[in-house]
């Protein structure tokens, strides 16, 4: 089977709902995801991308637990009717399938208060995990490990120089690689239990919009919260969408913060939060050198084919896009690292 074309219908019977209705959400970049519906009941199924080992279900079942011990809702794996977390096939790969949880995801931030919200839950997530003692069954290494991300595009230059679209993303990488040179990019904070992928989209927010649930667990980790809110701010203060010349704005950002301090009182010190307007801007770079790499090297996100001819032409505009986002948040370093000090020091 061609695991880049994944059918349900042959892997709902682990869990007895061949005759379920299903229906593809093509949200997602990574994995592959369905809304199945079995006897009035919602669930998310997932055919599982090889870049997660199967193990990884070890860490959500372990972690979903304690958050809705702790009160967060969560989305919880089914087990198949022979009490598996998931189910494998040699051909299929692997897939899982999750409690639906109802409610609306956005790929974009339209307002402060929605950044508010955001923040406040991915507070709450860091809250609850705090002390949590849990050692992982399965990590992707190197996910923010910026040095190789730079080395690789860095690589990629040398490597591709003949692909066809060379000439126009050559300009880009070295733009990318100039910019890295400017930053500090050091950091000694303590490791935390973060989600590892708080873009926008995977919040799930109810009518009245209220931040409810984190989807899409496979990246839970170990990092300093710098870059877990490094990622988080840098997809929530861009209303623009990672597709469309950027708006950084700093009262998302604010805001956010102001929601994510609330929920951590008693928890973060100065040794985490510290570095998070850098970091904001260093993960924006890094996504960059990211989506670069893979507009040469064409192996790795998935790309939109109604909208671009190619994998590599998309990943160049989302490269371009992560870069010209970075430099907007250069010319507002100053008002950035103000409202992190404003609002940390009466909260720690």
Known sequence: ????????????????????RTEEILTGHINRTWRVTHEGKAF??????????????????????????????????????SGKLWAEDHEAGVWRLFTWIEGKNHLSADS????????RLLGKFHSALWDFRHEFAFT?????????????????LKKHA?????????????????????????????????HGDPKLSNIVFDQQGKAICMLDLDTLARMPIALELGDALRSWCNPAGEEMEPDFRLDFFSSALEGYARAMVGKATREDWGPIPRWTRIISLELAARFCTDALEESYF??????????????????????????????????MEKANHDIWPTRT
């Open 1 to 20: 089977m061609d695991t880049n074309h994944p059918t349900p219908e042959t892997m709902l019977k682990n869990w007895n709902m061949e005759q379920a």
């Open 44 to 81: 998310a199924l997932q055919w599982l991308n090889p870049i997660f080992a199967p193990e990884v279900h070890l860490d959500m079942e372990a972690i979903t637990s304690r958050l809705q011990g702790m009160g967060l809702v969560t989305p919880r794996l089914v087990r198949t009717s």
């Open 112 to 119: 402060p208060e929605m950044c508010h919200e955001a923040g």
């Open 140 to 156: 992707r290494l190197g996910v923010h490990d910026t040095q190789k991300h730079i080395s690789n595009l860095s690589m990629s």
């Open 162 to 194: 003949e692909h066809s679209e060379f000439d126009s993303i050559a300009p880009v990488a070295h733009d990318i690689l100039d910019e890295f040179s400017t930053l500090d990019l050091d950091i000694s904070s303590p490791e935390r239990i973060v």
């Open 302 to 335: 998935r790309w939109d084919a109604q909208k671009f001819a190619s994998a590599s032409e998309h990943n160049l505009l989302r490269a371009k896009v992560q870069l010209s986002l970075a430099k907007s948040m250069a010319e507002h370093e100053d008002a």
